[in-house]
């Protein structure tokens, strides 16, 4: 993690980031060290974006360094492994010698362990398992990284990680023994081979690596003393501290790595990557079964309570820890259909009470959607099935009341008013509380009395009539008397009523 130190050089520099270093157009500077400074940069060529490491230190006055530069640096150009960092270029810009390399996306495990960033022991092997197949693949090719540390150490966004600056110290530096004011940098990670400036083979990038595995799994340096020399003394002298000090509980063989790791003698040291990666894959194996088995004891009690989304999230972990895992990819997919069909039955439940809200309201139509919808998801549900037909059968009636009115409505236009009130009967006999169906019928029962008083009157008076005229008074006078009482004002009954009483008279 870069401090406020280098940021503020960083702000200072910003104004002097040449706009290309060779065919390389810069960005912006992204890192800056002892011996040099990092810019990103992008290709033009290749439209992708560039890491450019450009040593400051030693080089300018100094051709025959400078050249043996461009030697090794060959050397690291071919280096092309998933877990080393490529370089793509080399080049020299105003007598400083650079590399371009491969832009990461990630952040360097030095940044992770600052921020205490939460990683299990199969995370922290994981990671040195994989430092140690780039340096096998280094080793084999005679390059020695000589600065092993979580901060040449880039854990990528796609899970992998990427050892960089291979060789990059050796190149800024021909001197084999350093002062030291000139070795704090790495102080912590070298070897004693490297503190007692002795030539360095492949063992000791080792030993730097089971520095970083140590410092992953205790959080804590093994070799730090108050000063630099007491920390060489340590790094030399001491054995690094037993784990147990600072954890509670790990894997008994982790502390025989890590001791053979940091041995002192090269010679009792891991003598190869390949040999630190198998003990370390062995170890991984031991913790990947314990956590399975763990795993998959808490499945089976989530289970049992039908806390599914939980138990799937197990049944992740332990295939992410083992993808071939036979009951747990069984049990997977169990509880994957219990999940969907509880989903599914969620669903068919809001669908059925917004069926079953909507047949209350008379909103038929979203009633048979929603049931339809419902249906699709759950074809055999015998109470949805029950709910469609109370549905049609409503949606039946439905129609028959729409035709009863329209029937109604339209003879009553045309005054035909008994046609007009049956259908409206009709009407009120599927619908009783139908309100338009009950406004209808007051309408056309008010109409259909009234007509019915009339041809009664007009009766009267046809009879009365003839009464007279065969002069039954008397007789008359009867039938007008009913008229009268069916309507005391009309003009025509009291006419007849005068005129026959005048005939009785006579």
């Known amino acids: 993690m870069r401090n406020s130190a280098q940021g503020s050089d960083l702000d200072i520099m910003a104004s002097n ?49 400078l050249k043996r530069f461009f030697v090794e640096a060959k050397s690291l150009a071919s280096l092309v492994h998933p877990n080393i960092v490529t370089v793509y270029d080399l080049g020299d810009f105003n007598g400083n010698p650079y590399l371009v390399m491969q832009y990461l996306e990630g952040e360097d495990l030095d940044t992770v362990l600052a921020a205490r960033r939460t990683l299990s022991l199969l995370d922290k092997t994981n990671i040195i398992i994989q430092v140690c197949e780039g340096l096998s693949y280094a080793h084999h090719r005679n390059v020695v990284h000589r600065d092993i540390k979580p901060a040449n150490i880039m854990l990528c966004k796609d899970g992998g990680i990427k050892i960089f600056d291979f060789g990059i110290a050796k190149m800024g530096d021909q001197n084999v023994t350093k002062s030291a004011s000139q070795i704090v940098g790495t102080l912590y990670y070298m070897s004693p081979e490297q503190v007692n400036g002795q030539t360095v083979d492949g063992r000791t990038d080792l030993f730097s690596t089971g520095v970083v595995l140590y410092q992953m799994v ?21 054995p690094p501290p037993p784990l147990k000090n600072f954890l509670t509980v790990f894997p008994p063989e982790l502390e025989a790595i890590v001791l053979r790791a940091l041995a002192k003698d090269r010679d009792e040291r891991y003598q190869s990557a390949d040999e630190l990666a198998l003990d370390l894959r062995q170890m991984q194996g031991h913790l990947k079964q314990e956590l399975i088995e763990r795993n998959m004891e808490e499945v089976s009690l989530l289970m049992e309570r039908a806390d599914l989304y939980k138990a799937k999230d197990r049944l992740m972990q332990v295939l992410k820890i083992d993808q071939q895992n036979t009951r747990a990819n069984q049990l ?12 599914v039955n969620a669903q068919v439940g809001k669908l059925r009470e917004r069926a079953e809200e909507a047949l209350a309201h008379g909103q038929l139509q979203t009633a048979q959607e929603s049931l339809d919808r419902a249906l699709s998801l759950d074809k055999n549900n015998a109470e949805l099935q029950r709910l469609r037909d109370e549905v049609r059968l409503a949606a039946a009636r439905a129609e028959k009341l729409h035709s009863a009115l329209k029937t109604a409505e339209g003879a009553h236009a045309e005054g035909k008013l008994d046609a007009a009130k049956e259908a409206v009967e009709e009407a009120l006999e599927l619908a009783p509380d139908d309100a338009q169906a009950k406004a209808l019928y007051r309408l056309i029962h008010r109409d259909w009395v009234e007509r019915s008083r009339q041809r009664q009157m007009e009766t009267y008076l046809s009879d009365a009539r003839q009464e007279i005229s065969a002069r039954r008074f008397t007789a008359a006078l009867e039938i007008l008397k009913d008229a009268e009482a069916l309507d005391p004002k009309a003009p025509q009954v009291q006419a007849l009523l005068e005129s026959a009483s005048a005939g009785q008279v006579q």
Request: glycine letters at 8%; hydrophobic letters at 35%; aromatic letters at 6%.
């Open 17 to 65: 980031v040449p706009a290309k270093i060779g065919k390389y157009d810069v960005v912006e500077i992204s890192g800056r060290g002892g011996m040099g400074v990092v810019y990103k940069a992008n290709d033009p060529h290749l439209d992708r974006p560039v890491a450019i490491k450009m040593i400051t230190s030693g080089f300018a006055e100094n051709p025959a360094q």
């Open 332 to 343: 997977l997919r169990d509880v994957q259909f219990q999940i969907q069909r509880q989903e």
């Open 218 to 238: 205790t959080s804590h340096l093994p070799f730090e003393g108050e000063s630099t020399t007491t920390t060489l003394l340590k790094i030399t002298r001491e």
